[in-house]
């Protein structure tokens, strides 16, 4: 069960990860990647030489009881010699809750109509009710007896059964046609026929993962090794990478490259364990415009290959009707999902302090593109606030959007002309997101820091076809302590 490192609601729900178990979404497994370096580095910059241990506790919390998620968070960053340090975090959490299945609502779910009913049950109904009139033992009787001939002689037995059939024909007639229409009353009156909402699956999981990274500088030369894990019930996660970062033009201008690796293993719709590879690579910039500005460039490339489906995502045929609504989960089939999977990644962000204020801002822009056929956008505004000598506000905003995947689909059309690939998973649809929140730092003396942070995510769908109670929305809330020495 994937879940969300540090309460940051994931940049690109559906962009980041393919393994989506019933959970909160955009919720990342820990991977070491290069994504997640660059950001690492410049918060070592920031902190200088300075040595802290801390701690943060973080809920995440849908809208409607959906999924709840617990975290704690052990952190560390330590200097082992001038040039090298350490640095890394130990993660614990429980994750519960319900969320979407990949059904859609009940009230979409196909089924026949009355008269598609009659013609399939009408004959199987009726061919029961003759069958219950030869086996009455009253009838038998008569069998027995020989009044039709020796018992055991097929002429005989026939001859029997047309003496059935000209008892009461209509009566048996009826009898078959009140079935047919009880049948379908019972399924259209059913509760859950009206239910507008999408059914929702409950699940439990922990999860225990630790990264840790080494940055060595050499001069002009900065080289950073890195490693994860992370485990679950249904999931394992090996991550590694190394980063490169060259100082030039009297260290105004940084240059960087990297490349990670995860080698994970996941449980698949049946229960067996399966691989998934993914590799990343990454190029960036950071050009610093005098003491008060620098802009931020990356581009990265990445491949994965293996089972990137979600084994708790099912799909509904449109020509397969649904016999019954008392399975709130309905009888849909497993996902199909590509095996292969690229993406191309860029990001810019201008960082800029404003003197009057005694504050600074960061506007940044992220493209993605997938082999999924997947277009995304990302911007997000940021601003730090100092407040006197100990206090930073920190408000937030950011706006995600994205196309549909190329298999995505509310129900699948002909399940005998199925398309290679398909899913229903609402992370996979037209979508949109908003994120808004603020943080509060406050350096309470020079060997501890405190912080809390709250924000509200919430998820759209923009197609017009998916139910938008697939969408969850969120409260995020973190607080923590460092200390520092």
């Known amino acids: 069960m994937t879940t969300c490192n540090n309460w940051q609601p994931p940049r690109e729900p559906v962009a980041t990860t393919n393994r989506q178990r019933p959970g909160p979404r955009r919720k990342q497994l820990l991977a070491l990647t290069v994504a997640i370096a660059l950001p690492l580095m410049k918060i070592s910059r920031a902190l200088g030489e300075e040595n802290d241990v801390g701690y ?4 995440y919390r849908e809208d409607d009881g959906r999924m709840r998620i617990s975290t704690d968070t052990w952190q560390f960053n330590l200097g082992i010699k001038d040039n090298i340090r350490v640095n890394g975090e130990v993660i614990v959490d429980g994750i519960s809750g319900a969320t979407p299945n990949g059904a859609p609502p ?5 089924i026949n109509t009355f008269s598609q009913s009659y013609s399939q049950n009408y004959g199987q109904n009726y061919g029961q009710l003759f069958i219950n009139e030869v086996n009455d033992p009253a009838n038998q009787t008569l069998y027995t007896a020989g009044l039709f001939g020796a018992v055991g002689d097929p002429a005989a037995y026939q001859a029997y059964t047309n003496y059935v059939a000209t008892l009461n024909p209509a009566q048996l007639a009826n009898q078959a046609s009140n079935a047919v ?3 379908y009353n019972s399924l259209t009156n059913h509760p859950n026929y009206h239910h507008n909402k999408v059914p929702l699956a409950e699940m439990h999981d922990h999860r225990n993962a630790f990264s840790i990274q080494m940055p060595m500088t050499f001069g002009l030369h900065s080289i950073t090794p ?5 485990a679950e019930s249904d999931y394992i996660s090996f991550g590694g990478a190394l980063n490169y970062s060259l100082a030039l033009n009297d260290k105004n201008t940084t240059l960087s490259a990297g490349w990670g690796h995860n080698s994970d293993s996941v449980r698949d719709d049946l229960g067996i364990w399966e691989n998934k590879m993914t590799d990343n690579a990454f190029l960036g910039l950071v050009q610093l415009f005098g003491p008060k500005a620098y802009l931020t460039v990356n581009a990265s490339v990445g491949f994965e290959h293996g089972y990137l489906a979600d084994p708790y995502r099912e799909v509904f045929f449109a020509n397969v009707p649904q016999s019954s609504f008392d399975d709130p989960q309905g009888n849909g089939n497993p996902e199909v999902r590509p095996r292969h999977r690229n993406n191309q990644i860029l990001y810019t962000s201008w960082t800029q302090f404003v003197t009057p204020l005694n504050g600074s801002f960061e506007l940044s822009y992220r493209f993605f593109h997938d082999s999924y056929g997947i277009f ?4 997000e505004l940021d601003w730090h606030q100092k407040i006197g000598k100990h206090l930073v506000i920190s408000p937030t905003f950011r706006y995600y959007v994205q196309n549909a995947a190329d298999f995505y689909y509310v129900m699948v ?13 609402y992370r996979l649809s037209q979508m949109e997101t908003f994120a808004t929140g603020v943080s509060l730092t406050w350096r309470v003396q020079k060997h501890l820091s405190l912080d809390v942070s709250y924000l509200r995510y919430v998820m759209q769908g923009l197609d017009g076809v998916t139910s938008q109670s697939a969408y969850p929305a969120a409260n995020l809330v973190s607080f923590g302590a460092r200390i520092w020495f």
């Open 181 to 183: 229409y009880t049948a």
């Open 376 to 379: 995304a956008h990302t911007a």
């Open 56 to 59: 943060r506790k973080g809920y």
């Open 106 to 110: 009940q009230t979409q779910w196909p």
């Open 413 to 425: 059309p002909d399940v005998n002309h199925p398309p290679s690939f398909y899913s229903s998973d």
């Open 226 to 230: 890195s490693f994860a894990y992370s």
